[in-house]
DNA sequence: CAAGAGGCCTGAGGGC
DNA sequence: TGCCCTCAGGCCTCTT
C-alpha cells in the first residue's frame, strides 16, 4: 500500500520518462476510479507538455501549462512506463501516450487510486487541507505538540491524519511509534512535547531510509531496473503481531486502533 | 470541531 | 481441488 516513500519511489522512477516528453493521447478504459475521471484528461491534456512530475502527500502531479493531472495511488495503484505495444492486462485502467513512443500505464485492481485535473494556478480542493510535508522542516516536536493538544483520539490514529501531516499510513505509523517508544494507545493530547521531538524525528529518519531503499511494498515498479521495495525486510513491528519484540523479546501486541491493524511492544513502548 | 463509523473495491489467504 | 468467508486499508463522507 502505496505511503510518502513509495509515492516518491515512484515519482523518481517516473520523472526521467516523463519531464519533457508530450503527452500524444490518452485512453481511459473506464469513466472513474474512486471519482469520476474529469473532462480536461481527455480534453485538455493531450498535447501538453509534461514540464515536472512533483509529489504533494502522496499525490503526484504531472505539471503542464494548462494545468497538472493528479494521481493518488489508493491502496493498489500502479504505475509503469511500457512500449506502447503492450499487451492491456487486467485493471490497466489509464494510458497516457508519450512524444517518446512510450505509455505510462496506470493499473489499480481495487480501484481506490484517483486521476484528477487541476487547471494552471489553482489548487485542488482535495490538496487543501493537507498538513505539512514531513520531510519539511516545519515538520517537528513542537509542531506535534502544539496541534496535538487536547485531542483524545490515539496518537497513531493522531499521526495518520493527512491533515496533521501528509504521507504517513499504517506502516510508518507503525514503525515510528515503534522506534520512538510512544504506546500507540495513548490519547495524542497526553504526550509529552520532548516524546513527540522524538517521534517527529523518527518519521523523518525511518521515511527518508525507506526512500534509499525504495519503498516497503512496491513490486509492479516503473523504473527500467523494476527494482522493488526492500524496506519491508526492516520492519520491527507492522505485521509482526504475536512476534518477539526486535527489542526486549516479548510478544507484539495486536489490535485495531481507529479500525487500523495496530502492532506494538506493551513493554517498549508507553 | 473532534471522533468514530461506514463505504468503496478486489485479490489473497485460511478453513473446510 | 474448489468454494466461501474474512481481511486488507487510504481516505472521503456522514453521523454523533
Not at 499525490?59 to 511500457?82: F, P
Not at 519539511?136 to 493538544?149: I, N, P, V
Not at 516479548?250 to 517498549?268: D, E, M, T, Y
Request: proline share 7%.
Amino acid at each position: 500500500m502505496p505511503e510518502l516513500p513509495e509515492v516518491e519511489t515512484t515519482r523518481r522512477g517516473l520523472a526521467p520518462h516523463l519531464e519533457g516528453k508530450r503527452i500524444r493521447g490518452v485512453v481511459l478504459r473506464r469513466p472513474d476510479l474512486r471519482w469520476p475521471i474529469p473532462k480536461e484528461i481527455e480534453s485538455v491534456l493531450p498535447g501538453q507538455r509534461i514540464d515536472a512530475v512533483r509529489r504533494r502527500a502522496k499525490y503526484l502531479l504531472l505539471d503542464t501549462a494548462a494545468g497538472s493531472a493528479l494521481l493518488h495511488l489508493g491502496m493498489t495503484g500502479s504505475l509503469r512506463v511500457l512500449p506502447a505495444s503492450t499487451p492491456i492486462g487486467a485493471h490497466d485502467h489509464v494510458d497516457l501516450q508519450l512524444s517518446s513512443g512510450r505509455v505510462m500505464r496506470f493499473n489499480d485492481p481495487r480501484r481506490f487510486g484517483s486521476l484528477l485535473w487541476q487547471p494552471a494556478g489553482e489548487t485542488h480542493e482535495l490538496l487543501r487541507a493537507l498538513g505539512p510535508e514531513p520531510l519539511a522542516d516545519e515538520f517537528d516536536g513542537d509542531y506535534l505538540f502544539a496541534r496535538s493538544r487536547n485531542r483524545k483520539a490515539p496518537v497513531k490514529t493522531f499521526l495518520m491524519d493527512q491533515g496533521v501531516v501528509v504521507g504517513v499510513g499504517n506502516i510508518y505509523a507503525a514503525e515510528s511509534l515503534f522506534r520512538a517508544g510512544i504506546s500507540p494507545l495513548r490519547a495524542a493530547g497526553k504526550v509529552s512535547r520532548e516524546r513527540y521531538a522524538a517521534l517527529a524525528a523518527a518519521v523523518k529518519d525511518i521515511l527518508a531510509y525507506a526512500i534509499t531503499r525504495g519503498g516497503t511494498t512496491l513490486r509492479d515498479f516503473i523504473s527500467p531496473d523494476g527494482a522493488p521495495g526492500y524496506f519491508e525486510q526492516e520492519l520491527s513491528a507492522y505485521g509482526r503481531g504475536g512476534q518477539p519484540c526486535p527489542t526486549c523479546g516479548r510478544p507484539l501486541k495486536f489490535a485495531n486502533i481507529g479500525q487500523r491493524a495496530s502492532v506494538w511492544c506493551g513493554h517498549c513502548q508507553r
